[in-house]
């Protein structure tokens, strides 16, 4: 199946400051990429919808200029997490969508951030 | 608000035996259906996709849909150990978006 890599998969880092996250589609052209968000125990849930070369779409309750999102090409979506809090620690996991083929939609591996 | 629901268990079930698996959800347009599996740490991990009434098999898994009841669960059958994770329930929120409302998931321990 297509692949998306994502990275960094784990990130630590102080109350403050701000931290980039990268969800590239190898091996296929990523019509639209969604990034989502799990906490313990809690379901995946749907931060925001990104297509290339256009603004991202949040999800109520999700601040815009906090989860800044950036998909500049078909193949690269970035998530920036700014001024970053303990309550942003979380699983962030992207997802990309293929335009052709038979299964449509793979995800990433995570990234496990951690905010102290 | 859309909404998925599932038992979140944990469903615990002999090496060997069937596991039943189930979801509602509140959206009645949606079209796509999905189940996930997903172990610790990891990324979810597509075990089968379902868009009409009905029964669909794959191997050891049967997906069934019933869009009247706004229903959808996954049998495995023969039960491994190594099918032991969190299964997750997913929902298109429709017209082929591929946005996914997900349920909490039900935890699946097979006891071998």
Known sequence: GAVVSQHPSRVICKSGTS???????LDFQATTMFWYRQFPKQSLM??????????????QGVEKDKFLINHASLTLSTLTVTSAHPEDSSFYICSARRGRGGEKLFFGSGTQLSVL | Q?????NSGPLSVPEGAIASLNCTYSDRVSQSFFWYRQYSGKSPELIMSIYSNGDKEDGRFTAQLNKASQYVSLLIRDSQPSDSATYLCAVDRGAGSYQLTFGKGTKLSVIP
């Not at chain 1, 931290?19 to 589609?25: F, G, H, L, N, P």
């Not at chain 1, 749907?46 to 999800?59: C, F, H, P, Q």
């Open chain 1, 46 to 59: 749907l931060m925001a919808t990104s297509n290339e070369g256009s603004k991202a779409t949040y999800e």
């Open chain 2, 2 to 6: 859309k909404e998925v629901e599932q």
């Open chain 1, 19 to 25: 931290v980039k996250i990268e969800c590239r589609s």
